[in-house]
């Protein structure tokens, strides 16, 4: 498998302006989990999913952020209108199931560098 | 809540030096801890993880991590560091519900030569 994949690795985009960061989580994974690092908090958890149906949200830090997973193999974090505060690198990972089974472990992954000016 | 704390913003120690880095965590019942890896431009990586049973946990790469429960820690150790180890590490724990982690800030390792 070739790993949690991210695009755009890069994204520069100018405010006001709708931005949409894709994943695509390893084959087989029921968790995708959706992070924003940045300088001043550091790696916050915005959103998770268990088989495309959203959890847990109270991380997505207001209303201009949304995220979808419409099928097992894809998911969306949207920002509309962006504004230069959310310039942060955005990560997405995935994992097997509860992190009580010592098998499982949540991957990460590249991320996408979001510049907004 | 959970939270995670790393003391040590950046350290820096020479090829072949010990390494330990410090992580203090804060939760109410038994954790599940992990530390986690960042090269530059890359994702995290996971380097061991703590669960239950022995509290020495051994990883990938070398590191090993103690889990003591008196103190609140998981402070991730290293005999021998190699220039390649250079990158910046979290210390992370698992508040019981799926893999929803909670992060410290980081530690940046640089080594010299």
């Known amino acids: 498998d070739a790993g949690v994949i991210q695009s755009p690795r890069h994204e520069v985009t100018e405010m006001g302006q709708e931005v949409t960061l894709r994943c695509k989580p390893i084959?087989?994974?029921?968790?995708l989990f959706w992070y924003r690092q940045t300088m001043m908090r550091g790696l916050e958890l915005l959103i998770y999913f268990n088989n495309n149906v959203p959890i847990d949200d109270s991380g997505m830090p207001e209303d201009r952020f949304s995220a979808k997973m419409p099928n097992a193999s894809f998911s969306t974090l949207k920002i509309q209108p962006s504004e230069p505060r959310d310039s942060a690198v955005y990560f997405c990972?995935?994992?097997?199931?509860?992190?009580?089974?010592?098998?499982?472990?949540?991957?990460f992954g590249q991320g996408t560098r979001l510049t907004v000016v | 809540a959970q939270s995670v704390t790393q003391p040590d913003i950046h350290i820096t120690v020479s090829e072949g030096a010990s390494l330990e880095l410090r992580c203090n965590y804060s939760y109410g019942a038994t954790p599940y801890l992990f530390w986690y890896v960042q090269s530059p431009g890359q994702g995290l990586q996971l380097l061991l993880k703590?669960?239950?049973?022995?509290?020495l946990v051994q990883g990938i790469k070398g590191f090993e991590a103690e889990f003591k429960r008196s103190q609140s820690s998981f402070n991730l150790r290293k005999p021998s560091v190699h220039w390649s180890d250079a990158a910046e590490y979290f210390c992370?724990?698992?508040?019981?519900?799926?893999?929803?982690?909670?992060f410290g800030t980081g530690t940046r390792l640089q080594v010299t030569l």
């Open positions: 990972a995935s994992s097997l199931a509860l992190t009580g089974d010592l098998n499982t472990e949540a991957f």
């Open positions: 703590y669960f239950s049973g022995d509290t």
């Open positions: 084959s087989g994974h029921d968790y």
């Open positions: 992370a724990v698992e508040s019981g519900t799926a893999s929803k982690l909670t």
